[in-house]
């Protein structure tokens, strides 16, 4: 299926992502280079892009983290190739300290730069970042399309854009949009073939000042520019027309809340849909402004345009009210009702349904959360286990960013804060430093390698003792499974140096032990041994993802052992269950259970109980 | 035909975004414009999953608004509860009545609701709710649950709750399966006309 994205059939109409419209109009724009570091709700594009780059003749790489990808990209377009780069919201973070010399400096080739913001949290924990400040910060032109096929059109007009304009341009999407999939049509595809060439240009490269001061004036007069060039795009456009006390301006996803809100409700005003959200248009602003008496601004988190909009509005001197993050919620993702009640509010209206009384129908029964769980044989489980028995309650746990976050949850609540990538470490080395507490760091492999490497040979720079333990999957497993450094594979899967965990961790200058997780036993005795350390000790608990080994052994038609416990040994002491929480281990008022359909076989459980109840089902 | 609109709730690896895909896509190929929402990430591993679709002449938003919903599709019977609030008195939810327990009712010694309970705190919030034996069906016909979804949208269209042709539906099951699983694949979503 994914090939069909390589289709060269003009008019055909396929159901896609969002994420998928962008590498379809990324090759219909003619990009050539493609890299990424994996993150939801981004990933998509750069799945896509691992399977049909060879075939479309582009390179595509999993970068490091997000920054290389980011000078990778930079690099790419300098030489004079179109290049794309996507990450989600917290990997601008990560490589905005590139982005913003490179906009200084200027692309050549046209340089678009996907961000996928996540508001809710669908596939983040960390923040609910609005990375709408980005472009606001490095004056870079920013794009934000409200479907799948204005994700493909928008993408294409970013390249020609960039191209223009010798900027990168940023294309920022929600999830409501990188994960709505609908039909999209497509267009020509672009092939170029050929080698860029970088062309030594130091007046234009250097950012020395007094260089960069002018390099800084260069880029206001671009944006304004840029600004009136977006004065004239039709992605911006405006619903029913017209001379009206009240209007709403919105943008992205919110777009489409707005116009079904305004169906409910049966009432036609003035919209303002905004798609080229930086630098904004402003003349388009204001004669729409000037059409009314009072605007409200619908946009998802921050009151980004608000405030920009509220500033136009003060220095033409409008007589104009606008309202925003007064009536619309800012945390939280927008909702069709959330906006439906905003829109009503500012209108004065009643909405034609009660939410609140809709909803106070519900109560009798509780229902329980159900929060996603580590998988059944996933090898993070015993580790994390393994680390509460060697460890006990005391010891202060620094959790990290991939699926081992779900060990915050009972019954493992292995992690006593979460915040970005490489935190883990980052933090525990302080909280090591600061107080007589014993230390423990979680990372995963991957992310070992995007932020765990600094911060590892910070702690043994500055002589510190924390136990970091390196959850080595052999994959990325949360976003997808995607290859890292110590795979030995690439992005196109082909075959490259293997990039061994412990002989990066030696270099560092820690000690290290590599433990299988599998083995309780022994995974505990490390735990405890290496939390005896006054030096810095990593443990790197490597054992494959269960999915992954799951996916190996069906093809290789391999059995897997299902296990059972037996209700002559089992004295129903709850540990299996209630303490190690395998999602395939069940009770009822009779006795405790393996369901065989979800039993993955591991046999940790095997290992863990205490009475030898559980065994392999013969 | 006014927008129709589809919440599909389940437990992550239920195939709950499969079952979305089949019935989008047979809504394209029937004319409509469609919206689907899919939630991709940490809850796929056994969390609470939620997709919305809507289809019909020129769709926009890709959320459901809440009491709008035509049809709730629960794979799982307390997650179609949990998305009571889509509903309204013209919805109908048609649930699969095999319960997956959330690891939490262990741990907080809470009670999994019994599928009466279900059925009437939906009450306020439908037309009508439909049990069906799907993963049952799917386990005796394939050998294990996981076509219950198959059995799901089979069921959907049998019952004249989804308004499309029960033909592109196959069509576009076969479309994201495997050809060796043809064969079980019909008999499990036949089997939701037979009742
Ligand atoms: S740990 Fe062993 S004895 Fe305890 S409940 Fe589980 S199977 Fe039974
Ligand atoms: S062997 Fe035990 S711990 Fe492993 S998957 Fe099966 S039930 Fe879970």
């Known amino acids: 299926m994914v090939r069909e994205l390589l289709s060269p059939e003009v008019g055909k109409k396929l159901i896609l992502l969002g994420n998928e419209a962008i590498v379809r109009g990324s090759l219909e724009a003619g990009v050539r280079f493609v890299s990424t570091y994996p993150g939801t709700p981004a990933s998509e594009i750069g799945d896509r892009f691992a399977v049909i780059a060879k075939e479309a003749g582009i390179y595509f790489e999993y970068s490091t983290n997000e920054k290389v990808a980011m000078e990778a990209a930079a690099g790419a377009s300098f030489a004079g190739l179109k290049s794309l780069v996507a990450m989600k919201h917290f990997g601008i973070n990560v490589a905005s300290d590139s982005l913003l010399p490179i906009a200084y400096v200027g692309t050549r080739g046209g340089m678009v730069v996907i961000v996928a913001d996540d508001p809710s949290g669908w596939s983040s924990a960390q923040s609910e970042q609005d990375s709408r400040y980005y472009p606001r910060m490095g004056h870079i032109p920013l794009l934000e399309p409200s479907n799948p096929q204005e994700c493909k059109e928008v993408t294409k007009f970013a390249f020609e854009l960039s191209k223009q304009f010798e900027i990168p341009v940023i294309i920022r999407t929600t999830t409501r949009v990188a994960h709505t999939r609908s039909p999209v049509t497509f267009g020509q595809i672009t092939k170029i073939d050929g080698k860029g060439r970088f062309i030594k240009d130091l007046e234009r490269y250097n950012t020395l000042p007094p260089n960069v001061i002018a390099l800084h004036e260069k880029i206001v007069e671009k944006n304004e520019k840029i600004r009136d060039f977006f004065e ?128 106070k129908k519900f109560k009798r029964v509780d229902v329980s959360r159900r929060f996603p769980v580590m998988c059944p044989g996933c090898p993070y489980r015993p580790a994390f286990y393994a680390v509460k028995e060697a460890a006990g309650e005391e010891v202060v746990l620094g959790g990290d960013i991939g699926c081992y976050m779900l060990g915050i949850f009972p019954p493992a609540n292995a992690a006593d804060f979460i915040l970005n990538m490489g935190a883990g470490e980052g933090v525990i080395h302080g909280i090591n430093k600061a107080s007589d507490q014993k230390t423990i760091a979680f990372i995963g492999d991957s992310t070992f390698f995007h932020a765990g490497i600094p911060a590892l040979m910070n702690m043994v720079f500055n002589k510190s003792n924390p136990l970091v333990i390196i959850l080595d999957n052999l994959t990325t497993a949360m976003t997808g499974h995607q290859p890292h450094p110590g795979t030995g594979i690439t992005g196109i899967g082909e075959k490259t140096r293997t990039i061994v965990i412990e002989d990066m961790v030696k270099a560092c200058g820690a000690n290290v032990k590599v433990v299988d997780p599998y083995n309780i036993q022994e995974m505990i005795s490390a735990v405890k041994e290496s939390l005896k350390s006054k030096e810095t000790s990593v443990i790197v608990a490597r054992r494959e993802c269960r999915l992954l080994f799951l996916r190996k052994a069906k093809k290789a038609d391999i059995k897997l052992n299902k296990f059972q416990i037996n209700p002559k040994r089992c004295n129903k002491c709850g540990i299996c269950l209630e303490r190690f929480g395998c999602p395939a281990i069940y009770k009822d008022e009779k006795g405790f259970y393996i369901n065989e359909e979800l039993c993955n076989g591991c046999g940790v459980c095997s290992q863990i109980c205490p009475s030898k109840a559980i065994e392999v089902k013969k | 035909m006014k927008d129709f609109n589809i919440v599909i709730a389940g437990v992550g690896g239920q195939g709950i975004l499969t079952l979305g895909y089949i019935i989008s896509k047979t809504a394209m190929d029937q004319g409509f414009d469609v919206r689907m929402a899919e939630v991709h990430g940490l809850s796929q591993r056994y969390g609470a999953i939620v997709c919305h679709i809507r289809f019909g002449k020129k769709i926009f938003s890709p959320l459901v608004m809440c009491g709008k919903a035509d049809l709730v599709i629960g794979l799982e019977p307390l997650e179609g509860l949990r998305n009571a609030y889509y509903g309204s008195k013209k919805t109908v939810f048609l649930l699969d009545n095999y319960p997956i327990i959330p690891v939490s009712v262990y741990l907080f010694n809470k009670k999994y609701p019994k599928l009466e309970e279900i059925g009437e705190d939906l009450k306020p919030f439908s037309k009508k709710v439909i049990f069906v034996n799907a993963s049952k069906k799917a386990k005796e016909l394939a050998g294990n649950v996981i076509a219950a979804n198959i059995y799901m949208v089979g069921a959907a269209v049998s019952k004249r709750l989804l308004p499309l042709r029960k033909d592109l539906v196959f069509k576009n099951i076969k479309g994201v399966i495997k050809p060796k699983y043809y064969e079980v694949n019909e008999k499990v979503f036949n089997a939701a006309f037979e009742v």
Do not use: C, M, W
Request: aromatic share 6%; net charge positive.
């Open chain 1, 232 to 359: 004239q795009s039709e992605l911006n456009f405006i619903v029913n027309k017209k001379k009206s006390k009240f209007g709403i301006i919105t943008s992205g996803v919110s777009f489409n809340y707005v116009v079904d809100a305004l169906d409910e409700l049966g009432i036609k005003i003035p919209v303002l849909k905004l798609t080229t959200t930086h630098p904004l248009p402003r003349k388009k602003i204001i004669d729409f402004l000037k059409l009314l008496k009072s605007v409200l601004i619908v946009e998802e988190l921050e009151p980004v345009l608000e405030k920009d909009i509220k500033v136009i509005a003060q220095e033409e001197k409008l007589k104009i009210e606008i309202r925003g993050k007064n009536l619309v919620p800012r945390a939280g993702e927008l909702t069709p009702e959330k906006v439906l009640l905003a829109i009503s509010k500012f209108l004065n209206k009643k909405p034609s349904f009660n939410f609140d009384l809709h909803l």
